[in-house]
């Protein structure tokens, strides 16, 4: 019904860049905070960066990096990654908050990732 479909990832050089591209689709009536997540192999996922109504928060690891963005027309979210590290390298997961308008309530809903590797 609600999905969430990530793009973008890819292998890069450590000090180069990538954009994560999200959109959502389905029977969506309205979407709160979207973010992004990230999981490295044998660590927990963890918040990279989220964003609702303009306002913005980051993890510490990625500050002045990563900027977060979001096109609501078009129900997409961005992450531009910066001087990128080589312990960036995770698998990305696109996160919304979204109320299907064929539900009462909002859930939380996650997309499939994309791999993202730094070499160094």
């Known amino acids: 019904q609600v999905q969430l479909v990530e793009s973008g990832g890819g292998l890069v050089q450590a000090g180069g860049s990538l954009r994560l591209f999200c959109v959502a689709s389905g029977t969506i009536g309205s979407i709160g905070v979207m973010g992004w997540y990230r999981q490295a192999p044998g660590a927990q996922r963890e918040l990279v960066a989220t964003?609702?109504?303009?306002?913005?928060n980051y993890a510490d690891s990625v500050k002045g990096r990563f900027t977060i963005a979001r096109d609501n027309a078009k129900n997409m979210v961005f992450l531009q990654m910066n001087s990128l590290k080589p312990e960036d390298t995770a698998v990305y997961y696109c996160?919304?908050?979204?109320?299907?308008?064929?539900?009462?309530?909002?859930?939380?809903?996650w997309g499939q990732g994309t791999q993202v590797t730094v070499s160094s």
């Open positions: 996160n919304a908050y979204i109320r299907s308008f064929l539900e009462t309530r909002g859930r939380e809903y």
């Open positions: 964003i609702m109504s303009g306002s913005t």
